[in-house]
């Protein structure tokens, strides 16, 4: 009895230090459980933490800025719907991208009714230790009968990797609770997207460099 009334309470400190999730309405058609206290990322923040040619669908982060999660949309077609292409394809650019990669789970799933393929590692990129959850889905225009404009969309909840034991059960439950309504979601995606207009990497690097010298 005691040792039942040791572990309950054991449980309980466990369960109070895990951040209490809320849903959140992601994009059009997609919603997940954050944790209650991220926030929306700023079109500053993202500039300068993500730059790229493509802007992200949505981004969200911790208060103190440390814990990221976001999606976004490859630029390319995809051809067709295998999950097992997909999935060799980009564990091959995690493999180029970062050193040091240790999978800690790897697979392709159903979660609440859509196909997924799920990578979890830790990794180094510039001397940094990340933890990084990646989940990836394939969604194409409602009216397309032929799979012609389907895109990759790319769920990402990253970290530094000191803080891997912390977030992993978080980063597991945010990605499981992904929920997306395929047609209303499908429904956005246009045969050919416009370009984004924001500010090119390059530009982006200059101007922190400004900063810094200032």
């Not at 416009?194 to 810094?212: A, C, D, S, Y």
């Amino acid at each position: 009895m005691k040792y039942l009334l040791y572990i309950s309470i054991c449980l309980l400190f466990i369960n109070a230090d895990e951040p209490k999730l809320m849903p959140v309405k992601i994009t059009e058609g997609v919603t997940a459980s954050l944790p209650k206290d991220f926030v929306a990322m700023s079109e500053g923040d993202i500039a300068q933490k993500y730059p790229s040619t493509k802007k992200p669908l949505a981004m969200f982060t911790s208060l103190d800025r440390t814990v990221d999660f976001g999606l976004n949309v490859s630029k390319s077609l995809w051809a067709g719907s295998d999950f097992g292409i997909l999935k060799d394809m980009y564990k091959a650019t995690i493999m180029e991208m970062y050193s040091n990669v240790v999978f800690l789970h790897e697979g392709t799933e159903k979660i609440n009714g859509n196909d997924f393929v799920l990578f979890e590692f830790t990794s180094e990129a510039d001397n940094i230790k990340k933890y990084t959850y990646l989940s990836y889905t394939i969604i194409g225009n409602a009216k397309d009968k032929e799979n012609k404009t389907n895109r990759v969309y790319i769920f990402n909840f990253t970290t530094d990797g000191n803080k891997t034991a912390a977030w992993r059960e978080t980063a597991k439950a945010v990605m499981y609770s992904i929920r997306i309504e395929p047609k209303k979601l499908a429904e956005t995606v246009e045969e050919y997207q416009q370009p984004h207009k924001g500010k090119r990497p390059i530009q982006v690097i200059k101007e922190n460099k400004n900063k810094t010298k200032k």
